[in-house]
């Protein structure tokens, strides 16, 4: 009944879209050899399908979109999102200008998974500005506030950016930014406390888990008491550096280097995992601290296809995060990735829709042994883009 519920509401999208002025149909394929990121190295297959529409009101516009995820070796981690926004823009003069929004998302996994599913909040702000012809300067706010079936993963955060932009007559580029965050998970621990009846008798231990309560029957009965923890945040911060250096009409190359540092707490959990391109609670960008240097060229090869070669390195420690061997007894140190990516990417552009193919290769060294990995990753699609209205 959802895959149907689904594709009704798709095809009320595409039957409707002539009201909007922007429709998007995209479509992914995938083909990973390592989906959890780990020393096992599950492979899939993993199918993309996402649509969006907006309409412009004046200076504010109306959006939703919509997508989802099929895994054909691991079904039940399937997945759709469906997110429905609201944004405005308001120009202060001709260099100056204003941007807010605010979306709502609801994220819906199969049974197995439904300690996964969200609904979330997101507001963000940015402001834009031109101090001349050749640099620019942005700033934005973002606030998020996600609502888990499993609370433990509850969190709100906060993030400011700063950056500025110089462009030179040597097409040349320098950016420089400066972005702050604030995690705060809302009751990330769950205590249990195991209560045993055996007729006049009584005992009780303690432990830190993430189990859900239960009672067994039989001639002796348990309890499970659960009570959720404290709260604990985590504040970072980063800078980053890039400049980009055009080589003629069909060349470009790109540096980007940047530095976070935890400022204080630590991830709350026990551990992290890793998956490709599914919802992962516990790793994002507050779960670590270390630096990536990433380098790129691109080349606008015969027929206007542009191809993107490019290395990435990461060395990433995290806090709060012991090592384990592979029999899960604990090292006594923190994890700690070093990481190398070479990716490739073909892309050609249409005037109504575009097509890509790319090839990924990671190489992860941990000192936790279960996350010592490597593996490929395939990726094909297409978008199709249609525009109505204004912008037609």
Known sequence: MRKYTLLALLMIFLSSHLLADTFSLSFYQYKTENLFQNIYGESDYLSNLSFYVDKNLSQFSIFTQGNYSYLFENPSLSYYVHDLGLDYLYPVNDKSAFYFSLTGKKTFFRSDFSDFNYFSMNFFAAFKTYLSQTSIVKSNYSFEYKDYTSSFFDFISNA???????????????????????????????????????????????????????????MDNQFVIRTEGEGQGIQVLSLTGLIAQGLGDNVGLRLTGMKQWTLSGKNPFTFIEEFYAVENPSYDRFSWEG???????????????????????????????????LDGDLLGITRKDVRNVIEVRVEKNFPKFSVFLSYFYINNKSNDLFFDWSGQFFSAGFEWNLFFGDKE
């Open 291 to 325: 630096y990536q240097i990433h380098s790129q060229l691109a080349v606008l090869v015969p027929w206007n296809i542009q191809l993107k070669v490019g290395y990435t390195i990461a060395d990433k420690e995290f806090p709060g995060i012991e090592s384990l061997s």
């Open 160 to 218: 400011l950016f700063f950056s500025l932009d110089k462009y030179f007559p040597s097409k040349t580029t320098v950016k420089a930014e400066v972005n702050w965050g604030f995690k705060y998970f809302l009751h990330p621990y769950v205590s249990e406390e195991i209560i045993t009846i055996e007729g006049d008798q009584y005992s009780g231990s303690g432990n830190m888990g993430r189990g859900k309560g239960h009672h067994s029957g039989g």
